[in-house]
C-alpha cells in the first residue's frame, strides 16, 4: 500500500516538475518587448460564400517553420493575431470538414497590421485518406480511419432528451428501457467522456447518463475496434461521448425545463464566463422521474417423477431524485499551457417498491394451486464526489502535445429493504457501500515527418469497494482493482494509403477479502489500414484486442431479498476473457448518397455470461460463470442519404451469428444461432417551421447463452423548434409511440424450462423548453427587422 502510495505521489512530482520550467518559462517570455505588429482576415466557405466561425488560424515564422501563435474566426469568420514581431512569416487555416489553406511567404511590417485584401475561401475535404466524409449527410455521420463520428447537437433530441435517448438514434446503437447501452447487440461496451474514463467514475454509465442533457453534446465516436492508445477493457467496443466546448468570451448560458408523462419532472442549466485568461464554468440538474414495470414469470422444474409449474406476477414502481452540480475552471498559463479544474456532486435516491404474487402447483396434482404474496420496498441513498485536474502543454511544431489528468472519487450508498410476505412475516436488511476510485493519466504526441505521428502514454486506475451489513458482519464484501497500463502508437499517410500501428501492455491485481486473488500481464496490439481505391471508394482493415475482467456486481455473494424465487449471487473462481476484433470496411459514394459496408468477426474465449439454475429448494439461481467460448460474425450495411437540403435519412442493417460453446462443468450445452437488427432515421428539417426525427428499430430473436431474446419492434418520435428569434427552442420527445417494445427472455437448463416477459413503462412523452442567454446571443438585439436578415442555429 505504501508503494502505491508513494508512486502518486512520485507521479505528482513529476508533473509539478514539467509545469515549474513552464511557468518559469512565460514568466520570462513576459519581459520581452512586443512589436505591434499584426494580421487579420476574413474566412467563408466557397459553396455558398458564408463566413466561418470557429475556424483555426495559426501563423508560422520563417524559415524554420515554428508555430508562433493562433486563433479561431469570430462570428463573422473574422480573425486578427496582434504583438507579432516585424518578421517573414506564413499562415494556415484549418476547419473540420474543409481543405486546409497554407499561405505563401508574407512580410509583416513593424507597428503595422496587413488586412487581407480579400477573404479567404476553403473548399470542402473530399479527398481525405485517413478520413472519409459522409457528403450526403455532412451533420449526421463521417468515418475516420479507427472511428465513426455521428453529429447529433442538430438532432431534435438534443434540445430536450437526455444523452440515452440521444445514443438510441445511432444506428449501431441500442438503448433498453433499463437503461444499457448496447453496441451491435452486445452490453459489454466501454463508455467515455470526452476520450476519459474520469466523467464517469463512482456510476454505472447508464445512470449517469440518462442524467445529464443531449444538449451539452457535440458529438458521438462509436469505435468498434479500438487502438492500443484507449484502456483494453471492454468486450464490444467504446462509445465516446464528445461534450460541447463554450468559446465565446464573456458570460453565456443556457436553462431548461421538461415536463413529461406520469410524473417526470427535470430541469438543468449550464453558465460559463471566458474571460480570455481565466474560465469559469458551471451547471446544475434535477431529475424527479417516476416509471412502472412489471414482469409475468412462468417455469417449469422437474421434481423426481414430476414436475412443478410456477407462475408468478410483479408489478414494480421505480421512482428517482437526483441533483447534480459540476464547477469547473481553466487557467490558461500562456497560448501552450491549460490547466483545468472540475468538481461534481451527484445526489441519487431511489425508492423501488413491488407486489409479488406466486402459484405453484405440480402437474399431476388436480387441487388448487398454492398461493403467496411478497411486498417489497427498497430505498437506496447514493451521494457521490467526482474531482479532477488536468494540464495540457502544447509545443511549437504543431501537433506536438503531452497532456496529464488526474480523477478522484468518493461514493457512499446506504440501502435499506423492507420485506412482508405470508410465510417470513415482516423481515428487513440493510447494508452501506462505500467506494474509492481514481485515476492518472498522461499522453504524449509527437509528430514524424509531416503527416505521421507518434503517441505514448501510461495509465493508472484503482478501484475499491466496500459493502457491509452491520447485523452480520459475515457478509462483508471487500473489492480492490488496480491497473496500470503503458502504449506506444505510430501512425501516417503514404499517398492513398493511411496505417496505424499500436501496442498496449496492461498490468491488472484484482482482490477481494473472499480469497479472491488475480493478477496478470497482458498486451493488446491494434492495426489500423485504409486504401483509397478512388475518389469515390476506400476500403479499410482493423484489427483489435480487448479484455473483460470480472467486477465486484459478479463476485459478491451477498444475496438479495427483494424476489426470493430468484436469486442473483456472486461467483468467487471468475477469470478474465479476451475478445479478438479483426474488421473490414468498404465505403462508396455518390453525389447524394454514401454506402458502407463492414464484415466482422469476434472471438471470445472463456466468457462470463449469466448462469440460470434451480437449487434442492426449487428456488432460481442466477451467477456469473465462465461459459467456454463465444464466436460472432456479422455484417453491416449503412445507407446515408440526403434528399434534399432539408430531408436526409439514414438506413442500417446488421446480420449476426453467434455461437456459444458448450462446456460438461455446468450441464450447459451451447447455443447457436442467426438475428439481424435494423433502424431507420429520418430528419426533417422544415426551415421555418420546425426539425422531425423519427427513428424506427427492429430487434429480430436474439440467442443468449441458455436460450433467447424475444424479437422487439420500437418507434419514436421528435420535434424541436427555435423560438425568440433563436434565443429559445421547444421539443417534444415520444418514445415507443406504438407501445410494442418488449423484453422477454427465454432460458432452460438442467430441470427447467423457463419465460420471462417485461413489460417496463416505455410509452413516454418528455416537452422541454429551452433558453439561451449571454452576449453571444444578445447579437439578435442589433438587427432591424426591416433588414430581412435570417438568422439560424449556425448564426448565433
Known amino acids: 500500500m505504501n508503494l502505491k502510495f508513494n508512486y502518486r505521489i512520485g507521479l505528482l512530482l513529476v508533473f509539478l516538475f514539467l509545469l515549474s520550467p513552464t511557468v518559469n518559462s512565460y514568466a520570462q517570455n513576459n519581459t520581452k518587448i512586443a512589436t505591434n505588429s499584426g494580421l487579420k482576415g476574413t474566412i467563408i466557405e466557397n459553396e455558398r460564400q458564408k463566413a466561418l466561425e470557429y475556424a483555426t488560424v495559426s501563423i508560422y515564422s520563417l524559415p524554420d517553420s515554428l508555430l508562433i501563435k493562433g486563433t479561431i474566426t469570430d462570428r463573422k469568420g473574422e480573425f486578427e493575431l496582434t504583438n507579432l514581431e516585424s518578421s517573414t512569416y506564413f499562415y494556415k487555416v484549418e476547419y473540420l470538414g474543409f481543405k486546409s489553406y497554407k499561405s505563401g511567404s508574407i512580410l509583416l511590417r513593424e507597428n503595422k497590421t496587413q488586412s487581407l485584401s480579400n477573404p479567404i475561401s476553403l473548399q470542402p475535404d473530399t479527398k481525405s485518406i485517413s478520413q472519409v466524409e459522409v457528403t450526403a449527410n455532412l451533420d449526421f455521420a463521417r468515418i475516420e480511419l479507427d472511428k465513426t463520428i455521428y453529429s447529433v447537437s442538430n438532432s431534435p433530441i438534443s434540445d430536450g432528451g437526455t444523452i440515452n435517448e440521444v445514443l438510441a438514434t445511432i444506428p449501431t446503437l441500442n438503448v433498453a428501457a433499463n437503461g444499457d447501452i448496447q453496441l451491435r447487440g452486445s452490453s459489454d461496451v466501454k463508455i467515455l467522456i470526452d476520450g476519459k474514463l474520469s466523467g464517469l467514475l463512482g456510476m454505472s454509465p447508464g445512470d449517469v447518463l440518462s442524467n445529464m442533457p443531449a444538449g451539452d453534446v457535440d458529438r458521438v465516436e462509436v469505435i468498434t475496434s479500438p487502438s492500443a492508445k484507449y484502456d483494453a477493457s471492454g468486450s464490444a467496443g467504446i462509445i465516446n461521448i464528445i461534450m460541447k466546448k463554450e468559446r465565446a468570451k464573456g458570460f453565456n448560458g443556457n436553462a431548461s425545463a421538461t415536463i413529461g408523462t406520469i410524473n417526470k ?32 414469470l412462468s417455469r417449469l422444474t422437474e421434481i423426481q417423477n414430476n414436475f412443478e409449474i410456477l407462475n408468478a406476477r410483479a408489478d414494480v414502481d421505480l421512482g428517482t431524485r437526483s441533483h447534480i452540480g459540476q464547477l469547473g475552471m481553466d487557467y490558461l498559463i500562456n497560448d501552450k499551457n491549460t490547466m483545468s479544474f472540475s468538481v461534481t456532486n451527484r445526489n441519487v435516491k431511489q425508492n423501488k417498491n413491488g407486489t409479488y404474487n406466486y402459484s405453484r402447483n405440480l402437474v399431476t396434482n388436480s387441487s388448487s394451486p398454492t398461493e403467496t404474496y411478497r411486498e417489497s420496498a427498497v430505498d437506496i441513498d447514493l451521494d457521490s464526489w467526482v474531482y479532477n485536474a488536468s494540464y495540457i502543454r502544447k509545443f511549437d511544431r504543431k501537433g506536438q502535445e503531452f497532456s496529464f489528468d488526474v480523477a ?32 492518472i493519466q498522461m499522453d504524449y504526441t509527437q509528430p514524424v515527418g509531416e503527416v505521421g505521428s507518434i503517441e505514448t502514454g501510461y495509465l493508472y486506475r484503482t478501484n475499491e469497494i466496500k459493502y457491509n451489513e452491520p447485523i452480520d458482519l459475515s457478509t462483508a464484501f471487500n473489492y480492490k482493482e488496480s491497473i496500470h497500463g503503458l502504449y506506444f502508437q505510430f501512425s501516417g499517410e503514404k499517398g492513398n494509403f493511411a496505417y496505424q500501428f499500436g501496442l498496449r501492455s496492461e498490468y ?28 469515390n471508394k476506400q476500403v479499410l482493415l482493423t484489427y483489435s484486442k480487448m479484455v473483460y475482467r470480472p467486477d465486484s456486481g459478479m463476485l459478491n455473494p451477498f444475496q438479495n431479498l427483494q424476489d426470493p424465487e430468484n436469486q442473483k449471487l456472486g461467483t468467487q473462481d471468475l477469470g478474465a476473457y479476451y475478445t479478438h476484433m479483426p474488421e ?68 442500417y442493417l446488421s446480420g449476426i451469428y453467434q455461437k456459444y460453446t458448450s462446456i460438461e462443468e455446468l450441464d450447459y450445452l451451447g447455443n447457436d444461432a442467426y438475428s439481424f437488427f435494423g433502424k431507420l432515421t429520418s430528419t426533417m428539417r422544415i426551415p421555418k417551421w420546425f426539425n422531425f426525427q423519427t427513428t424506427l428499430s427492429y430487434d429480430s430473436d436474439m440467442p443468449v447463452a441458455q436460450g433467447s431474446y424475444d424479437q422487439s419492434f420500437q418507434v419514436n418520435l421528435a420535434f424541436g423548434k427555435r423560438i425568440m428569434k433563436g434565443k429559445a427552442s421547444l421539443s417534444l420527445w415520444i418514445y415507443d409511440v406504438l407501445n410494442t417494445s418488449k423484453y422477454n427472455v427465454n432460458t432452460s437448463g438442467d430441470r427447467f424450462s423457463q419465460q420471462m416477459k417485461y413489460k417496463y413503462e416505455n410509452r413516454t412523452a418528455n416537452l422541454t423548453f429551452r433558453y439561451y442567454f449571454g452576449k453571444k446571443y444578445n447579437v439578435l438585439k442589433t438587427k432591424k427587422r426591416s433588414s430581412g436578415a435570417h438568422h439560424t442555429e449556425k448564426d448565433i
Request: aromatic fraction near 18%.
Open 508 to 535: 491488472s491485481d484484482i482482490e477481494t477479502n473472499k480469497a479472491y486473488n488475480d493478477d496478470y500481464l497482458d498486451f493488446f496490439p491494434s492495426v489500423h489500414l485504409s486504401y483509397k481505391l478512388s475518389d
Open 584 to 651: 473490414f470496411t468498404f465505403i462508396y459514394k455518390r453525389d447524394k448518397i454514401t454506402y458502407t459496408t463492414n464484415l466482422y468477426y469476434q472471438y471470445k474465449d472463456n466468457i462470463i455470461k449469466q448462469y440460470r439454475s434451480v437449487n434442492e429448494d426449487d428456488v432460481a439461481i442466477v451467477t456469473s460463470e465462465n461459459l467456454g467460448s463465444l464466436q460472432y460474425a456479422g455484417i453491416d450495411f449503412n445507407i446515408s442519404t440526403k434528399f434534399n437540403k432539408w430531408w436526409s435519412v439514414n438506413s
Open 408 to 439: 478522484y472519487t468518493s461514493n457512499s450508498a446506504e440501502n435499506y429493504g423492507n420485506y412482508t410476505s405470508e410465510v417470513e412475516g415482516n423481515t428487513s436488511d440493510f447494508f452501506n457501500s462505500d467506494r474509492e476510485e481514481a485515476i
Open 265 to 296: 419532472h427535470s430541469g438543468h442549466t449550464g453558465l460559463s464566463l471566458r474571460t480570455g485568461k481565466v474560465n469559469f464554468s458551471g451547471s446544475y440538474s434535477y431529475r424527479d422521474d417516476w416509471s412502472g414495470g412489471d414482469y409475468e
